[in-house]
């Protein structure tokens, strides 16, 4: 009878410590997001997850005090059923945690968790860490209530299994280091043969960096190239050591001639570890500015992070013009931006002048924002030193689309949509008021404020409200920045009427709903940081 009554308190223990593991590992999706977007450090995680705004560890603890009064309450309430009333107490724990899944699986990312095998193995090792620790809790708390032998502890004790919601970011962070005695090593052996690959193929390398207007530059540089020579380039926003990887490796870069990398950096030592697997021989420096300083901690080491290209360009680097000053003493060949004069933009696109080798010519482009005849500038002083023509420029410029989630324009129902969600830095943000200005009919802005500017957040996002003054709308969304935006926009006069914070974006396009009609102009800026 005691051999049974043990195998069946153990096939308990296993079956809580199952369904532990189950809830806890649905309930860990933004967190797990957010370790992905950080490129699966684990410190920087934690960084995250403590800033004075964030609010993932205080939600965790809330979840975990509700579970504990809750099964503690139905426990009692039903201790005439002895040892079962300990498991009619974990139901409130099931309610819980699926109101807790259901509102945390709400909250939009600009950037979903990405179901890569690396994620879904993290998820896998993640239930199997939770299961354990689960199981060893559960195991304990029935030891203690055999030696114990108190009717009250009985009943009660499941009510501790609350701990482990608060647990939940440190217990992603050992399945991370356990998951990194496979994927370390792993993604050494596929990023060498990537730079193996790169090095014996041949192509001409293009790296493009800068604190933004990377990823339009490239597709701009693509378009242009792309008149002359075969081209292949990151796809998306893929600027990291695994991204170029990819690139690289699941093509054929005999079928191409030139190869252009975007390279991103949140450390000094990023661009030039890019550089060790594609040495470029010709570079971009797109422009700097504060973005990522909560990584970088000060502008020098955005700098220097971002010079590290210039080490390793093996022919000549492109500069834009107001960033060519930190970069006067560069190791290579430098060309500063100056082939754009007489820009104009509007609500129809952008036109300039464009000089190259003594001729010019007039550029039109559907792209909007006068930023971008610079980022097609510096594109085309490169394409030019490549040997293709300033008539197939201009003609690759005039063919441009709008590139994706970067003032995307979208008409629906006559509502001009200016989709800038991946905008995150602040002189993009001022480019994407100005285009916004140029529109006819109301004009309003749904954003959460500007992100990982380190101590400059507050000052920097205080002076962003400003400038959202006398718009016609303005949504906040999130909680992480709202405040120092609203400061700043009611010290410039905002209307408090025309002002709105809502939760999410979905709260926020709900929001718009009651209030768009035709002829209105809304823009979408930095719709939602990746991770916040």
């Known amino acids: 009878m005691g051999i049974f009554i043990s195998v069946g308190r153990t096939i308990e223990c296993v079956l809580i410590a199952l369904c532990f593991g189950a809830l806890l590992t649905m309930s860990s999706t933004k967190l797990l997001g957010a370790l992905q977007s950080y490129n699966y450090s684990g410190k920087k995680l934690l960084r995250w997850a403590r800033k004075r705004n964030n609010m993932s560890f205080e939600r965790l603890s809330l979840l975990g005090m509700l579970c504990v009064l809750s099964s503690a309450i139905v426990s009692l309430c039903f201790s005439f059923a002895g040892k079962w009333g300990a498991l009619i107490g974990l139901i409130p724990f099931a309610v819980f945690f699926g109101v807790y899944i259901y509102a945390d699986n709400k909250i939009a990312l600009r950037v979903p968790a990405v179901p890569t095998k690396r994620f879904k193995r993290l998820e896998i090792i993640l239930f199997a860490v939770c299961a354990i620790v689960s199981y060893i809790v559960v195991t304990l708390l029935n030891f203690a209530a055999e030696v114990w032998g108190s009717p009250l502890f009985l009943v009660l004790r499941y009510c501790p299994l609350a701990i482990m919601p608060p647990l939940l970011l440190p217990l992603i962070c050992l399945s991370n280091l356990i998951s990194k005695i496979y994927e370390v090593p792993h993604n050494r052996t596929y990023i060498t043969k990537a730079t193996q690959k790169i090095a014996s193929s041949g192509i001409t390398v293009v790296g493009i960096t800068g604190s933004y207007g990377k990823t339009s530059t490239k597709n701009i540089l693509a378009a242009m190239l792309g008149k002359k020579y075969r081209v292949l380039s990151t796809p998306r926003s893929y600027n990291t050591p695994i991204g170029i990887a990819l690139a690289v490796n699941g093509n054929n870069l005999e079928d191409f001639d030139v190869f252009i990398a975007e390279m991103g950096a949140r450390n000094v030592g990023d661009i030039a570890e890019l550089c060790d697997i594609c040495p470029p021989d010709y570079s971009i420096i797109t422009g700097i500015c504060s973005q990522h300083l909560e990584t970088f901690e000060t502008l020098e080491n955005i700098i220097k992070a971002k010079g590290e290209i210039l080490t ?8 834009a013009a107001d960033c060519a000053d930190y970069f006067k003493e560069s190791p290579c060949p430098v060309q500063v931006c100056d082939c754009v004069s007489d820009v104009s933009a509007d609500c129809n696109g952008t036109q300039f002048t464009l000089t190259l080798g003594g001729e010019s010519a007039v550029v039109k482009t559907r792209l909007l924002g006068a930023h971008c005849a610079y980022n097609i500038g510096i594109a085309a002083q490169l394409a030019f030193e490549m040997g293709v023509s300033l008539a197939d420029i201009a003609a690759a410029a005039e063919e441009l689309q709008f590139i994706e989630h970067r003032l995307q324009l979208t008409t629906s129902n006559g509502i001009n949509i200016l ?41 920097e996002n205080k002076q962003f409200g400003g400038l959202l003054a006398g718009f016609d709308y303005v949504i906040l969304v999130g909680d992480t920045l709202v405040t120092p935006v609203k400061e700043g926009y009611y010290g410039e006069g905002g209307d408090p009427a025309k002002l709105m914070v809502r939760e999410t974006l979905k709260d926020a396009q709900a929001e718009l709903k009651k209030i768009l009609k035709k002829g209105d102009t809304v823009l979408f800026l930095n719709d939602l940081p990746g991770i916040y």
Not at 441 to 456: Q, W
């Open 312 to 319: 390793a360009t093996h022919k000549k680097a492109f500069i």
């Open 419 to 459: 989709d800038d969600g991946y905008n995150a830095n602040v002189k993009g943000a001022r480019a994407a008021l100005d285009v916004l200005r140029t529109f006819g009919g109301r004009k309003i802005v749904v954003t959460p404020g500007i992100v990982e500017l380190g101590i400059l957040e507050e000052t």
